[in-house]
């Protein structure tokens, strides 16, 4: 099976920062792995924020983090 990951979706999950709460204003990647654990014992929330907060949660599982600080870096907003 290949993979192959939107180019787009990835540069905007880099980008994208915490609409609410404690976190207000950092970056999702940014985000305690525990906050994100939470979440997904809760429940994520629905629309894109609970997507990308999903996807957020699989890289820090996996890590993966050094993809999204070098998409920070190479594709600035």
């Given at each position: 099976?290949e993979i192959n990951p ?7 999950l ?11 204003g950092?970056?999702l ?5 525990p906050?994100?654990i939470?979440?997904?014992q809760?429940g994520?929330?629905?629309g894109k ?8 949660l699989e890289?820090r599982?996996n890590?993966?983090e050094?993809?999204?600080r070098k ?7």
């Amino acid at each position: 099976m290949e993979i192959n990951p939107d180019k787009q979706k990835l540069i905007e999950l880099a980008h994208y920062r915490m609409p609410f709460g404690k976190y207000k204003g950092r970056c999702l990647i940014d985000l305690p792995e525990p906050y994100l654990i939470w979440f997904q014992q809760k429940g994520f929330p629905d629309g894109k924020l609970g997507d990308l907060l999903k996807s957020t949660l699989e890289i820090r599982i996996n890590g993966l983090e050094s993809i999204i600080r070098k998409i920070q870096k190479h594709f600035p907003r």
